[in-house]
């Protein structure tokens, strides 16, 4: 089998794909040990097909690649059970790169004795075990009640990333540079002759350049209800991290937080600690609701927008248009306006 690429969704999605599945073990089954050297199997995974379960990759070829990312949209945005998630354990080839993927009661993990897998903008919640296990760097990923150590010896290191309830220790055995470990049943870094700098520990255990220790629950933004964004006013970590881009571009990849936004370029000042990039004035997305209307709306207008063939209200806080962008009616139709484009918020 030659470079692939699939959707696991519950429908063929056309386009540039080669087909699709509907389990990630069907997927697996087809692609394993049938990618050649140098060859890449790609996954792009919707939300539409619910708990996608556990990834094996024991016995991929040797040189062969695999990416496995998220359909724009279906991202999960550390909030639990959001956008596309799994369970149980994904173990990863060498040279596997996986993207917004969410596991509840799962963890990450080599699968053939190397360390040079990737993750980007995951999370991991309530795992049995470990949150990441000897793979080979993290980016702005999220471990969240881990049992054991939350980030464990990864060979690349960690970068932009949170620790959260560990059950035992936060970042265990690696570098680490932009993190931030909170309520650590044991140490919240313990770098073992490993390298920190930037970091934040409630704990004392942040060493390093630029390091800070100490803070506090306020820094998140609501560490209770289980959401680990920034708080508004959390100066302590907020422009406290060190710019990868301007400093270290060799560990700058990718150069966009959990949520997706781009952090500061060359030149463009410090970055935050942790895996999210606060940004000023931005308008969370309120909660999804059938009727179209969203919480804090204070001023309406019609004739501008449709959902489906229906014209519906817009929606404006002060003079910022903030319609619920995933507004779907029973047939599962997006939010558009008059010329049929989506909705963004600021349109």
């Known amino acids: 089998m030659a470079s692939s690429k699939y959707s696991l969704s519950n429908s063929d999605k056309g386009g540039d794909f080669d087909g699709y599945y509907t389990t990630i073990g069907t997927w697996e ?17 919707y939300a539409e097909v619910g708990d996608v379960g556990a990834l094996t990759q024991a016995g991929w070829t040797s040189g062969a690649l695999s990416k496995i990312t998220v359909n724009p949209g279906d991202e999960h945005k550390a909030v639990k059970n959001d956008g596309v998630y799994g369970s149980g354990r994904w173990y990863l080839f060498t040279d596997a790169i996986v993207e917004d993927i969410e596991l509840d009661g799962g963890y990450f993990q080599n699968s053939d004795g190397n360390t040079g897998a990737i993750t980007r903008r995951c999370a991991s919640y309530d795992s049995s075990i470990y949150g990441y296990n000897r793979i080979g760097y993290c980016y702005n990923c999220l471990s969240d009640s881990s049992t054991a150590d939350a980030y464990y010896y990864l060979s690349g290191g960690v970068y932009n990333c949170t620790s959260i309830d560990s059950g035992n220790r936060g970042f265990v055995l690696t570098d680490a540079i932009n993190c931030v470990a ?17 970091c934040a520990s409630e704990d004392s255990t942040a060493t390093g350049t630029g ?9 998140f933004a609501n560490y209770a209800g289980g959401d680990y964004h920034l ?10 991290g060190l710019n990868l881009i301007d400093n270290a571009p060799s560990l700058s990849d990718p150069q966009l937080d959990v949520d ?5 370029g060359a030149g463009g000042g410090a970055w ?12 969370p997305d309120p909660d999804p609701l059938d009727t179209g209307l969203a919480l804090g709306a204070i001023e309406y207008e019609t004739g501008s927008m449709y959902l489906g063939d229906t014209e519906i209200e817009t929606m404006f806080l002060g003079g910022i248009n903030i319609t619920q962008q995933y507004v779907t009616d029973e047939n599962g139709a997006y939010l558009i306006d008059e010329n049929n484009n989506y909705i963004t918020y600021g349109d």
């Open 260 to 264: 997706g936004d781009e952090w500061p």
């Open 182 to 198: 909170y309520n650590s049943t044991g140490d919240d870094f313990s770098p073992q002759g490993k390298t920190l700098s930037y």
């Open 272 to 283: 935050d600690i942790g895996f999210d990039y606060y940004v000023s004035g931005v308008i």
């Open 231 to 240: 708080a508004s006013d959390s100066t302590t970590v907020s422009g406290e």
């Open 29 to 45: 089954s087809a692609v394993d040990g049938n990618t050649g050297n140098g060859e890449l199997a790609e996954l792009v995974i």
């Open 211 to 219: 390091s800070i220790t100490g803070i506090a629950s306020s820094v």
